[in-house]
């Protein structure tokens, strides 16, 4: 397959080029400065500007665009800019898939669809939830309408925290756990979505491949955890303590709008990948830990 990926230089991206790259497909890399080889296309979503060839001939795009929403605090110009991260190059993108008839786009998107459900398990056919992250999900999601009216196979990929020791949550929590600091949030009750790297890589290759997926696809792991329980599962991986309880006052004042994300959650799970056969390599939050910490 011909496959173009925009986002390729994060920390999903880099990983999937080279997991694809492996199995022997053509990538090509939507890049916004100068290319600076074959295999790159420069593109410039905030104008709506693409190398007209860039997705000529192309068997599906992989669009992984949008900044992390943990990077800075949540002022009203980061949320605009976590918006116009996501959905602006979505539109560009899915509208090019339409035109040239690209027959495939997986889309990025995020388990924060949900919202807070307490213990409620929801899958793929759940509502959205109310606030902030699930606002901007629905509004990323649905700006991929122009490809799915073309008939384009698009599946909305709705990936939980990445667990990896090179970026992401992951790599900030280790730090604190590593000297001692590590602890439950607020009550601990809140679930936190979460799902294996290598897990994470495969589950998007086992969509690429397979023809029968389309819409949202929960790349979750199969086995929710609370706050608490992830705590206690790092503290193992880590071989550190971690007896700390930080009050949801004291997260609030030290983070804003963020914390609220923190001290709520989703307990989703990945009914879709379930149903289709996909294979985990890591099925609890133990086995994910300890392969992120190797």
């Known amino acids: ?18 997991a694809l790259r492996h199995d022997r497909h053509d990538v090509v890399r939507l890049v916004r400065r100068p290319p600076a080889g ?15 060839i860039a997705l ?8 992984l665009c949008g900044m992390g929403v943990n990077e800075k605090r ?31 786009l997986l889309n990025a998107s995020g388990a ?18 109310s606030g902030f992250l699930p606002t901007l999900c ?15 196979r698009t599946v909305l990929l709705r990936s939980a925290s990445v667990l990896t020791r090179r970026g992401g949550m992951l790599s900030q929590l280790r730090l604190l756990y590593s000297v001692g600091l590590g602890g439950r949030l607020g009550s601990g009750r809140q679930y936190v979505p979460w799902i294996s790297f290598a897990d994470e890589i495969d589950a998007i290759k086992f969509v690429l491949a397979n023809d029968s997926i389309s819409g949202p696809v929960n ?37 804003g709008e963020i914390a609220q994300e923190l001290l ?4 989703v799970i990945p009914a879709a990948l379930e149903a289709a056969g996909f294979e985990f390599s890591h099925n609890t939050i133990g086995e994910a830990l300890e392969a992120a910490n190797r």
Not at 1 to 7: D, L, N, Q, R
Not at 264 to 267: I, N, S, T
Request: with cysteine; charged share 20%.
């Open 74 to 104: 949540w002022t009203g110009a980061v949320k605009q800019q976590l918006r116009d991260s996501r959905i602006t190059p979505t539109d560009v993108l899915a509208n090019e898939v339409a035109a040239l008839g690209v027959p495939i």
């Open 264 to 267: 709520h959650g989703p307990r």
């Open 219 to 255: 790349l979750v792991g199969p086995a929710p955890v609370t706050n608490a329980q992830f705590n206690r599962a790092m503290s193992k991986a880590m071989h550190r303590p971690a007896p700390l309880i930080v009050p949801r006052f004291l997260l609030s004042a030290a983070l």
């Open 112 to 129: 924060g669809y949900y919202g807070d459900t307490g213990d409620r398990i929801v899958d793929e056919r759940s509502p959205a939830g």
């Open 138 to 152: 629905c509004d990323w999601e649905a700006a991929t309408a122009p490809a799915q009216a073309a008939g384009a």
């Open 56 to 63: 000529r001939g192309a068997d599906a795009v992989v669009n």
């Open 1 to 18: 397959m011909k496959i173009a990926i925009a986002g390729s230089s994060g920390l999903i991206g880099t990983a999937l080029v080279a």
């Open 38 to 52: 074959a295999d790159e296309y420069q593109w410039d979503p905030a104008q709506a500007i693409i190398d007209p």
